[in-house]
């Protein structure tokens, strides 16, 4: 039985209360709600004093003897429920958007279209005269608000999850690799909102813990109902399926608690993106396909228009940083201003990658040998600690990566990309495996995933590991969010230059 695996004082962790662990879903729901209330009421209620002033102001419907005069107060009033109704239908407050990853704000997104979409056809039908200007002005502020909000509810969230509350209470069931293996990778990721408290695997181990972990096994898979009654989890996820076949998976999604308890699957999928993978029920077996990522067509064409776009556009808004830095580089050390450097780009090409100098003259002559000296010479990623090259002000540019602005010379020429792998040397790149060739199936970029995630901090498996997800899943959105983040990591440096 249970009891001789793990002491009931280390496997019975006390419970959530029950207003968190069962009921946090209800309950952040309700308070989105709430806010998605209050800001259409602002921004709805706002344009319309804005378009008409305190005056009253009448609409008519249809165009003859019979039309129908209604204040564009009670029209604000109708939209705002028919945008609240619409925000519910999409299922934008669902617990499994909500947290992480863009789908929430998508699910706004549509909705909000959606419900455009259909009072513009309900307008053309009855022949609605409603302002235009009155419309063009709510919907997008509407939805950026929305999304705003939406945006600020996360960072509570976040705060929250890391406390450990407003989190699925997870029990996992399988193999010990398999669920030691899932519990760091949730452990590590705590805003998305899943907070292991157990384990059952089919061989229980003396030590009474997950290896490495602190998560207590409760059993075997005989012992599950029990460890869910102990653990007062609500989310049961099967971590790996050998030692359980259908009929036993299918027997234990049917005696949870319907409503409270969930079951999920965690297939051996890593990386992959979830718009390249659809599930498809085939004779009662749920298949999950996975598209093979693509580097051309019609995304390839995006992404280059975006690249030249955004990169002629920040040339001429930030004209008046680079003359300054250029001539802060000019001024305070001996040398050229700008500093040329091949790196390897787009299938092994490579190109002169462009700098403002941020470090002595003789910089690249002495690599070899600091690397050499802190031990990292055999390993792709060339970084200094404490690098003694720098020059006076070369740690700030470097730190605020302002020496980097340069590139968007090279992505408009069109040798990188505003998002992409960073570029590295021959060198580097004489050390890559079969997998870190991948980097090179698309452009290097200004910035990328593993810069946004912890910059320099980083080790090479963790950075190549990131750089690999970006080039199998990289999407025009996915580039937007990680340029935001940039941004964010740029004003606020957590580590090392970008």
């Not at 705060?159 to 990778?185: D, I, K, P, W, Y």
């Not at 021959?426 to 970029?445: C, F, H, M, N, Q």
Request: with cysteine; glycine share 8%; hydrophobic share 45%.
């Amino acid at each position: 039985m249970i009891e001789n695996v793990v002491p009931l004082t280390v496997r019975a962790p006390a419970r959530p209360a029950k207003s968190v662990s069962r009921d946090w879903r209800t309950v952040y729901a309700l308070r989105l709600a709430i806010t998605d209330l209050l800001v259409l009421v602002w921004v709805v209620f706002g344009v319309q004093f804005f378009w008409f002033g305190l005056d009253s102001a009448d609409l008519s419907i249809g165009r003859s003897s019979l039309d129908l005069a209604v204040n564009y107060t009670t029209v604000s009033v109708v939209l705002i429920v028919c945008w609240m109704l619409m925000l519910t239908i999409y299922g934008s407050r669902g617990y499994r958007v909500l947290g992480t990853g863009p789908d929430e704000y998508k699910l706004i997104a549509n909705a909000s279209l959606r419900m455009f979409g259909l009072l513009a056809i309900v307008a053309f039908l009855f022949k609605v005269d409603v302002a235009r200007g009155y419309i063009l002005i709510a919907f997008p502020l509407g939805v950026v608000v929305l999304v705003f909000a939406r945006w600020m509810w996360r960072q509570w969230l976040g705060v929250q999850r890391e406390r450990g509350t407003f989190s699925s209470t997870v029990l996992l069931v399988g193999s010990v690799h398999s669920a030691t293996h899932l519990a760091n990778v949730l452990s590590s990721s705590t805003q998305a909102g899943y907070r292991v408290v157990g384990a059952c695997v089919p061989r229980p181990n003396e030590s009474g813990a997950l290896p490495g972990t602190t998560v207590p096994i409760f059993g075997s898979f005989d012992d599950l109902r029990e460890a869910l009654e102990l653990t007062g989890a609500d989310t049961v996820v099967i971590t790996s399926s050998d030692d359980l076949p259908a009929a036993r998976i299918r027997e234990l999604s049917w005696s949870l608690e319907p409503g409270r308890q969930h079951l999920v699957m965690a297939p051996a999928l890593t990386d992959i993106g979830g718009p390249r993978i659809h599930a498809r029920p085939v004779a009662g077996l749920p298949l999950i396909h996975v598209e093979t990522p693509t580097y051309d067509g019609f995304k390839h064409f995006a992404k280059r228009t975006f690249d030249v776009v955004g990169s002629a556009l920040l040339l001429v808004l930030l004209s008046p940083l680079l003359l300054g830095v250029a001539l802060v580089v000019k001024f305070t050390s001996v040398g050229p201003v700008l500093y040329r450097q091949r790196r390897v780009g787009l299938n092994g090409e490579s190109f002169n990658m462009l700098k403002f100098r941020s470090m002595t003259v003789d910089a690249d002559a002495q690599l070899a040998g600091l690397l050499k000296k802190q031990g990292t010479g055999d390993r792709p990623l060339f970084k200094v600690a404490d690098d003694p090259r720098l020059t006076r002000v070369g740690g700030v540019l470097r730190r605020y990566s302002l020496d980097e602005l340069l590139q968007l010379v090279n992505v408009l020429r069109g040798d990188m990309s505003l998002v992409g792998p960073r570029p590295q040397r021959d060198g580097e790149v004489a050390l890559y495996d079969s997998a870190a060739t991948r980097r090179l199936y698309v452009k290097p970029g200004m910035s990328g995933l593993w810069q946004v995630s912890g910059r320099s901090s980083l080790s090479w498996e963790d950075s190549i590991r990131l750089d690999l997800y970006y080039v199998e899943n990289w999407s025009v959105a996915g580039d937007l969010v990680i340029l935001w983040r940039t941004l964010r990591a740029v004003l606020i440096p957590q580590g090392g230059a970008i």
